[in-house]
């Protein structure tokens, strides 16, 4: 792991590293903030941010706020960039397939599969990479918007036990149902939909054993909030289920990093109720 | 006036405007913050905040995490873009002069005096703006980074008066006396150095009457700090001249908005003294 940025922040340090993926096959770049416990050398808990489409690992480091939140609580936050890139990776032109837009799966179908296996690599290689470089406990929690929103639940409900907590900005609850899902279920899955279901979030909680309270912020002036978030399939999916979820829907909001910052700190305190208890 | 964007943010709205400026003889973006007491009409504080080289509107909006101090204060912050732009707008193809650094002084030279008056629009022509389309009060203070802790410091020193509370972030305190300023101030004012003296604080504040209380941020870890910003010699004029100043040297800390964004609670509360005393 290389070390390409460090700017001191809140009495933490704000970083960026790169390092070469084994799962994806590339150099990838990852955000870590490190609060001032993690520096005096104390074990912190982990928060995982997975950004949403277009996003690399800048996004959110340099526009959720979060590092004061982050410090306060004494959480390190890993934001690992949004796909494989580079040359030999596939894309497309497209903004919503390809580099910057790789949904958090383990795609199977050709041009993707060698490359684009971002869940495996958020999932396995990120925390086991990120545990063993820095003050890190193994109290981890997940969170993302958008895409990363999607990614943030599926990976959780994907991998019980493994996190402490999930939140969502904004997310993509049932892509199985929505355009942008749709378009990059059949890229990356083939267009057999018996193998899509487990990729959505909709899906997973009919059936998750382990029942990890969701928390999701939705602002009500989204303008992908009809045509591609369509939280209601998620509170409908966890009444059925009895899956614990607080919605929250949040008016005048947009799909902006403006609505993730005003509403960050409530999901840190989410989250630190799991992975600091006092 | 024109408003361009905007965005609920922390239960206000982060908007960014387009007007004709007859100063400048140009279209200019200007970023308005609007707290939620503004929303509801009550006649709030104001803060300018100047970007610094490089800078538009945007950064300080996107970066600095202002919003949630300013929803919780009660002010407005103005961030405008740093200079008149666009076709036949006078430019250079360095960085540190003509489009994205104007210096906010009145250019008196070719090609640079038609449009380069950025003093007079941030200190006249844009509070009249702002006091006259938003529930502002003539309550006002001015802050900034970089080239923009010198147009804050220059423009409180040049108006006695206009400006109750100035802060500034690694502030160019003495543009005659480093390369950034003897470069800007040469092509905007000419070769006669007689004419530098009113651009820079450090002269200035030998011979201020009004001795506004100036708080300065400077990051120990600021590679311009010895080339280009010296905040030492503010600290000898200020006190030769027994101007009251607060210069915090913090260490680890860089030329960065994660910089900014560290310390920018401590200028609020030093505006908020000035500006709304409890």
């Not at 340090?13 to 050398?41: D, F, I, N």
Request: charged share 15%; proline share 6%; net charge negative.
């Amino acid at each position: 792991m290389e070390r390409v940025e460090q700017h001191a922040s809140f009495g933490g340090r704000q970083e960026v590293w790169q390092h070469a993926s084994a799962t994806l096959g590339v150099a990838m770049k990852v955000g870590v903030y490190l609060p001032p416990a993690a520096l005096a050398g104390e074990k912190c808990p982990v928060l995982y941010w997975l950004s949403g489409l277009t996003c690399t690992e800048q996004n959110f480091i340099t526009k959720a706020g979060a590092q004061a939140l982050a410090a306060q609580h004494g959480f390190i936050v890993v934001a690992p960039d949004t796909s494989p890139r580079g040359e030999g990776v596939a894309n497309d032109p497209a903004y919503d397939l390809g580099q910057g837009a790789g949904f958090y799966l383990n795609a199977t179908q050709t041009p993707w599969a060698p490359h684009f296996r971002m869940q495996d690599y958020v999932a396995e290689e990120l925390p086991a990479l990120i545990e063993q470089h820095f003050a890190a406990s193994q109290a981890r929690g997940i969170f993302g918007h958008s895409m990363g929103g999607h990614g943030a639940l599926v990976t959780a409900l994907r991998h019980p036990g493994r996190y402490q907590s999930v939140s969502a900005f904004s997310p993509i609850v049932a892509p199985t149902q929505v355009p942008w899902g749709q378009k990059a279920l059949a890229a990356y899955l083939g267009e057999d939909r018996s193998s899509w279901n487990a990729w959505d979030a909709v899906e997973l909680v009919k059936t998750a054993q382990e029942k990890l309270p969701l928390l999701v912020d939705q602002g009500e002036a989204d303008e992908f909030l009809a045509s591609q978030l369509r939280p209601e399939l998620l509170q409908a999916a966890c009444e059925a289920a009895g899956h614990p979820l607080t919605l929250r829907l949040q008016p005048g909001y947009d799909h902006s990093y403006y609505f993730i910052a005003s509403f960050l700190a409530d999901h840190f305190a989410h989250h630190a109720k799991a992975l600091a208890p006092r």
